[in-house]
């Protein structure tokens, strides 16, 4: 059936604006269809089934979660609240389980997350797991259908009987600290928790590691305060590198809206980019793999330095480039055997040591035990001496090209055909083109990036060189190339 609401099923989640694309009718629905979906999945019967829920701190967000859970507990299945906690709470709870008094000796079968993530105030929506994965694009068409195509607008009130609150942050903090011991003796680390679900577990669990902590804005709020929750927008952490560099902290470290992505600053207040983030991950790892003659499998994604793929194979990792999305990197990563992924927007996976999904409170875990182990040997160590390999060229940041939705395709297509018909466009040699996402245009030492936006009427950009005046020249080509398409396309 023809639905207001059918816009608001995304590629990976469930996503927009609060009382217009969603509202409490919607999450009622869903949870009722969820379980459909569920059941199409398992053997269960509903009366077995367990459902963890919780949510991010939006002002919105329990209205919504109590709609959910009325809808889960309407068709029979039970409920687990664990209440506000970060987006990896809630994988977690699938991954690590709950007690088993809580159901019944049954395992958990799914949980439900509220969130929007990194997106305004304004914004909600729902990312659910089954089988400890997020569900894909194919999963949410299908629980889409089931959701429209059985609809009701009669509203009841949730079986309370079916529902059991559990904070289940202690267990994860006593997990983490079972896991770690006291790896943050020494370290100093500031944590911008951008008044968003990572202040609850963080700065805590960073102390009980043996950290000392400067808290910024660890007090959830919805309406963000502060700063919006991006730390892959560097402006979101001007504070952040303020008070490292007086605090003289070792990193600092920042959290988006429900805590799957990581920003990093170091201890002179220089962001670090994802793909320098990653690598900083990568090679401690390979270090690791060679005591025990492996070759660990990394990936990322096309928007990345090419100083990341080179150095991690050329240290005896395997580099695997893939799509953007986090999507595509969980397929990748299974696909591969992969034990460490990670994309520019801080997003980063950890199978190694962990269950495999993005957990920017257990990533921050990991760089601080990185900066203590070598702090031990040399009390003058910085996580910038990882990144020597970055000091052989110039990466701009990644730049966003206005382009009608409608107009992305043609645009991209042109593109291809004028690289195509003249090589010497951008005035260095071609060496190699990758068209796995968009065109990714190599060059010796370098590489110019084009790639339609999924989210947003933009493409996306990024280049790369030897030098800042090479960059500049490749980038200059791209764009001017653009402006003379699209001046044509839109005419």
Not at 232 to 240: G, I, M
Not at 474 to 482: D, H, N
């Amino acid at each position: 059936m023809e639905n207001k609401y059918s816009h608001a099923f995304g590629k990976n989640d469930i996503r927009g604006i609060y009382e217009e694309d969603i509202t409490e009718e919607l999450f009622y629905n869903v949870g009722r269809g969820f379980v459909k979906y569920l059941k199409s999945l398992s053997s269960k019967e509903e009366a077995s089934m367990y459902i963890t829920v919780c949510m991010d701190a939006r002002t919105h967000s329990p209205s919504l979660s109590d709609a959910l859970q009325a809808g889960i507990t309407s068709t029979g299945a039970h409920v687990i609240n664990l209440g506000l906690a970060p987006t990896p709470i809630g994988y977690y709870s699938e991954a690590a389980g709950v007690p088993s008094w809580l159901t019944n000796g049954e395992k958990v079968i799914a949980a439900c997350i509220i969130t929007a993530s990194h997106n305004p105030k304004e914004y909600n929506g729902l990312k659910m797991t089954y089988n400890r994965q997020t569900l894909n694009e194919e999963q949410i068409k299908e629980l889409k259908a089931l959701t429209l195509d059985n609809w009701t607008n009669e509203i009841k009130p949730a079986n309370t009987q079916l529902i059991q609150d559990y904070n289940i942050i202690p267990s994860y903090i006593d997990d983490m600290v079972s896991r770690f011991g006291r790896i943050g003796d020494g370290v100093k680390v500031v944590v911008d928790s951008a008044n968003a679900t990572g202040g609850i577990v963080g700065p805590e669990l960073y102390r009980k590691l043996g950290c000392e902590v400067v808290e910024l804005f660890s007090e959830p709020d919805g309406t963000f305060p502060n700063h919006h929750p991006n730390p892959s927008v560097e402006k979101t952490l001007d504070t952040l590198k303020e008070v490292v560099v007086k605090e003289h902290a070792d990193v600092g470290i920042a959290y988006d809206g429900d805590s799957d992505r990581i920003g990093v600053v170091d201890n002179c207040g220089k962001f670090l980019t994802g793909d320098k983030l990653l690598l900083i991950y990568a090679q401690e790892l390979i270090n690791t793999c060679k005591n025990d003659n492996i070759c660990p499998i990394v990936v990322s994604e096309v928007k990345c330095s090419q100083v990341l793929f080179d150095t991690i194979n050329k240290l005896g990792g395997e580099a695997v480039m893939c799509k953007t999305g986090h999507g595509y990197i969980k397929s990748k990563m299974k696909e591969t055997g992969a034990i460490l992924a990670g994309e520019m927007s801080g997003h980063t996976f950890f199978k190694d040591r962990y269950y495999g999904y993005d957990d920017a409170i257990y990533a921050g875990c990991r760089i601080i035990e990185i900066i203590a182990k070598h702090k031990k040997s040399n009390p003058a160590f910085t996580i910038c001496d990882m990144l020597k390999p970055f000091d052989a060229v110039y990466s701009s940041p990644e730049l966003r090209y206005p382009c009608p939705n409608e107009l992305k395709k043609a645009t991209l297509e042109t593109v291809k055909e004028k690289i195509n018909s003249d090589k010497s466009i951008f005035g260095s040699e071609i060496k190699d083109i990758i068209t796995l996402d968009g065109m990714r245009i190599v060059f010796d030492g370098g590489f110019a990036l084009i790639r339609q936006s999924n989210t947003e009427p933009v493409f996306t950009l990024r280049f790369e060189a030897k030098t800042k005046d090479e960059c500049d020249k490749i980038q200059a080509a791209m764009t001017g190339m653009l402006d003379e398409i699209l001046k044509v396309g839109t005419k």
